[in-house]
């Protein structure tokens, strides 16, 4: 695991370390040095951590003016024993709403597990955006992440599934992802207004 890298092709536009208005501002990573870990495996340095110990994201791309967040992650989702949701609510997200950030990509495809439990956080984190035509999607999950986020019902409050799989995102520029995420949440309608 310690050689897989967040998606960095995009530094030249946006880097979260740097950017004063983000979480993981001034941040500094050692890139010899490797110490955070998933269980008993190290990851590369580059990733962040923000309260779980199995779950670690990296912010690649924010745009304020268009008011969305790409945040790619890589671990174990696990809500039922750590609570993760509460610790990207809080950590992360909520700083990102103090910005008016309404529309979040996640990339899942080093997502591991999701263990789900209680729903509240998603549940607060939808109604945080859904009044402002605001979305949550979930891109490229494994099949049981998704499986298991479906079980757990958390696809009441967050896009995942269909049209949001298999997306070629490394290709696009971050615009034209979101601008295709966005047009996929708005065809189906489900967060354009409150349950």
């Not at 990733?47 to 199995?54: E, L, Q």
């Not at 591991?112 to 955006?129: A, I, M, P």
């Not at 696809?155 to 696009?172: E, Y």
Request: glycine share 4%; hydrophobic share 35%.
């Amino acid at each position: 695991m310690h050689d897989i890298e967040p998606y960095y092709h995009w530094r030249d536009r946006y880097v979260a370390s740097e950017d004063d208005q983000s979480p993981f501002y001034g941040r500094e990573y050692d890139e010899f040095a490797y110490s955070n870990k998933i269980y008993n495996y190290f990851i590369h340095p580059q990733w962040d951590a923000f309260g779980s110990p199995t779950l670690y994201a990296k912010v690649i791309y924010v745009d304020y003016d268009e008011r969305f967040a790409i945040i790619e992650f890589i671990g174990e989702w696990n809500d039922c024993l750590t609570n993760d949701v509460m610790h990207l609510k809080r950590n992360v997200i909520d700083r990102m709403l103090e910005q008016d950030i309404n529309k979040y990509c996640l990339i899942f495809e080093n997502v591991l597990n999701f263990h789900g439990s209680d729903d509240c956080y998603y549940e607060e984190w939808r109604e945080d955006v859904v009044d402002s035509q605001g979305w949550i999607a979930v891109v490229n999950p494994l099949d049981h992440v998704e499986e298991e986020m479906r079980v757990t019902m958390i696809d009441h409050f967050i896009q995942i599934g269909g049209a949001f799989t298999g997306i070629d995102w490394r290709v696009l520029k971050p615009q034209t992802l979101v601008n295709r995420i966005d047009e996929i949440c708005r065809s189906s309608m489900r967060f354009l207004s409150s349950p």
